[in-house]
Each structure stands twice: as C-alpha cells, then as structure tokens.
T-cell receptor
Framework: DAEITQSPRHKITETGRQVTLACHQT?????MFWYRQDLGHGLRLIHY???????NKGEVSDGYSVSRSNTEDLPLTLESAASSQTSVYFC???????????FGPGTRLLVL | AQTVTQSQPEMSVQEAETVTLSCTYD???????LFWYKQPPSRQMILVIR??????QNATENRFSVNFQKAAKSFSLKISDSQLGDAAMYFC??????????FGGGTRLMVKP
C-alpha cells in the first residue's frame, strides 16, 4: 500500500545545530507540504512543493528550508535549531488535483 | 487570507449519543474544499470527511456527516452513535484554490462511557 513516512519519529537536539527531518511518500504525489503543530494548536504551513525543483514558503518559513530533488522526498532542514522550533512536524502530500492531503505520522522535535 | 474558526475548545458526549462540532471560515473564493481531520492521541492526522463547495449535498461517511451552509460559511461535523474510539482532537480545514490548507484551532472531543 502507498504511504507517507517520516523519520526520525523523535529527535532531541541542541540549540544551534543543523537538523534534517525526512519525508518520503510512495503515493507518487506531485504536491508535498511541511507543517508544524504546537501544543493546543492546529497545523501551520512551513514550506510546500508542487513538483521536482519547486519549493515555496508558507506561513512560518523563517529558519527552515526544503529541497525537492525527486518526487518521493521533501526533507525539511532547520539551519540553526532554536528552542522556539520545538514542535511536532507533519509532512503531507496530495495528488495532481490536490483535493485531499494525506499526512505522515509526525516527528516530535525537542530543541534544548 | 482565509481564516478558520472552531469556537468549541472542548466538547463531551455520552457514548451512543450524537454530537455536533462547529466550524466557520472566512473566504472570498467561490470554489474550495472543506475537511474534517481527526487526531487521536497517537497524533496521526486522519481524514474524516470532505466537502466540495460546489456541491449542495452534504457529505456523509458512515456515522459522520456535515452540515455545510455556504452562504453562512459554516461547516459543522455531526457524529452519530458516538463511540469511545471517537475521542480525539478534531480539526476543521479549508483548502483554497492554490491548494493550501488552513486549519482551525481544534476541538477536543471526550466520549463518556
């Protein structure tokens, strides 16, 4: 079955370190998204991509970057981790028509 | 920019009863999609139901149905015959024409046995 996976599922890092969160989907979806969810809140969009070599900034993109070298993967990089980036991160994907986004299981990141 | 509001931070329902979760949104678009996602303690985001704005008929998925009032910009979720497994956070989401999802703040649903 097609799926969307994220790794690692849990990560602890120190302030100032570079961190990369992986997202891999086997749906063959063109569109991929990264969100963060903070305690008691809904999801906020960080970055998104509509296809290979395409990346766009979302609502809360400062301090994050993404790259899209193939259809299946959209890694999220925190250039210099900050305590404010402690959160749960979700990756999602959707097809060409893009009506429905399907979500990965999430990565819980703690920045000390 | 679109906004999505869920005015009920918490709701509770007795097992086997019916509960309705509220959602309102603000948009100037005429063509869009609306979603309800369920997030259990595992944190996995699970699609519950989807509504296309151009469809007048309310979407239904088994025990889950929506009341979509386009003019009022209202999109409520009704859960019938509530089960213990329905306990979760529920998020309403709006998908704009450019494919972006905007989420509401969520409603925590508790189901009492």
């Amino acid at each position: 079955d097609a799926e969307i996976t994220q790794s690692p599922r849990h990560k602890i890092t120190e302030t100032g370190r570079q961190v990369t969160l992986a997202c891999h989907q086997t749906w063959n979806h063109n569109n991929m998204f990264w969100y963060r969810q903070d305690l008691g809140h809904g999801l906020r969009l960080i970055h998104y991509s509509y296809g290979v070599q395409d990346t766009n900034k979302g609502e809360v993109s400062d301090g994050y970057s993404v790259s899209r070298s193939n259809t299946e993967d959209l890694p999220l990089t925190l250039e210099s981790a900050a305590s404010s980036q402690t959160s749960v991160y979700f990756c999602a994907s959707s097809g060409v028509n893009g009506e429905t986004q399907y979500f990965g299981p999430g990565t819980r990141l703690l920045v000390l | 920019a679109q906004t999505v509001t869920q005015s009920q931070p918490e709701m509770s329902v007795q097992e086997a009863e019916t509960v309705t979760l509220s959602c309102t949104y603000d948009t100037s678009e005429s063509d869009y999609y609306l979603f309800w996602y369920k997030q259990p303690p595992s944190r996995q985001m699970i699609l519950v139901i989807r509504q296309e704005a151009y469809k007048q008929q309310n979407a239904t998925e088994n025990r889950f149905s929506v009341n979509f009032q386009k003019a009022a910009k209202s999109f409520s979720l009704k859960i019938s015959d509530s089960q213990l497994g329905d306990a979760a956070m529920y998020f309403c989401a709006y998908r704009s024409s450019d494919g972006m999802l905007t989420f509401g703040g969520g409603t925590r649903l508790m189901v009492k046995p």
